[in-house]
């Protein structure tokens, strides 16, 4: 059992753009008795190292993202079935939308007014990784224009939705 998530954002020709790690480690006992851990945090550094935003779920239903000044970004609220997200903007105005299919592995992101932003899939990862590991891939395309302050919380969709839908490791 891992001691914090942590996951690597690449772009197509997989250069390494972010990571993004949990900030307090768990102990494996910690992490076998807890099944759904509280609040949890997520720094997101570039490749560098330089930071570029926090990530923090009090709970398995709402994430907040913030600049590393303490300004907020955005959130992202859960739907009850998992299948469902809402991105909020910093006035907790409706900044776009995630609905997925039953099998909680292609999502359409769109935005306000319908209009298409992204498309996000949970991919195999190998069969090494499948078996041996809780590792997973996803893979974002960007489909149309995205408002600047919108894309943040779709690059952070797949870590939200993964904590939620496949979580809590």
Do not use: C
Not at 39 to 65: C, G, I, K, N, Q
Not at 143 to 155: A, C, K, S, Y
Request: hydrophobic fraction near 40%; glycine fraction near 6%; aromatic fraction near 8%.
């Amino acid at each position: 059992m891992p001691e914090r998530a942590s996951y690597e954002i690449f772009d197509t020709r997989r250069d390494l753009l972010a990571v993004v790690r949990e900030t307090d480690r768990r102990s494996r006992l910690e992490a076998l008795a807890s099944e759904v851990p509280k609040a949890r945090a997520f720094t997101v550094t570039s490749a560098r190292h330089e930071p570029l935003l926090t990530l923090v779920m009090p709970d398995e239903w709402h994430a907040e993202l913030t600049e590393p000044g303490g300004r907020l970004v955005g959130r992202i609220k859960v739907g009850a079935n998992r299948r469902e997200y809402t991105l909020l903007d910093d006035q907790d105005a409706v900044a776009g939308e995630a609905e997925g299919d039953l099998s909680v592995t292609k999502f359409v992101v769109a935005g306000p007014a319908g209009e298409h932003y992204a498309q996000l899939r949970k991919t195999w990862a190998g069969l090494r990784k499948e078996l041996f590991t809780e590792a997973d891939n996803y893979t974002l395309t960007f489909t149309g224009q995205v408002p600047p302050h919108v894309r943040p919380l779709i690059v952070m969709l797949p870590i939200v939705l993964d904590i939620a839908a496949h979580g809590p490791y």
